[in-house]
Nanobody, 124 residues
Framework: VQLQAFGGGLVQAGGSLRLSCAAS????????IGWFRQAPGKEREYVAS????????YYAESVKGRFAISRDNAKNTVYLQMNSLKPEDTAVYYC??????????????????WGQGTLVTVSS
């Protein structure tokens, strides 16, 4: 299983970014995909997840209404659209695969494959 997150960068507070998570394995469409983030000195935390079909999406309270997760199984890619960014959203963002497929699991232990992260920096 190989995942690669990209699309991070520096943005001002209130701005937007779209992250992508590209997968290079054949069973991608049967896995749920989650986004997590880790700020300096903090634990890795759950951000959002999406079911294998894309029909179900889930969000942490801190990002609900600002972030949107989606997927395109034909392109083996999951997206995280981040709007109204805040300085506290600054972190390295990771995508990960959950073979259970449902999408509602928020524990990082449920995710068995992790991509390299991409850094998002939100300036005030």
């Amino acid at each position: 299983v190989q995942l690669q997150a990209f699309g991070g960068g520096l943005v001002q507070a209130g701005g937007s970014l779209r992250l992508s998570c590209a997968a290079s394995y054949r069973t991608f469409s049967t896995d749920a995909i989650g986004w997590f983030r880790q700020a300096p000195g903090k634990e890795r935390e759950y951000v959002a997840s999406i079911s294998q079909s894309g029909d179900s999406t889930y969000y942490a309270e801190s990002v609900k209404g600002r972030f949107a997760i989606s997927r395109d199984n034909a392109k083996n890619t999951v997206y995280l659209q981040m709007n109204s960014l805040k300085p506290e959203d600054t972190a390295v963002y990771y995508c990960a695969a959950d073979p259970a497929g449902w999408g509602f699991r928020t524990s990082k232990e449920a995710y068995g494959a992790w991509g390299q992260g991409t850094l998002v920096t939100v300036s005030s």
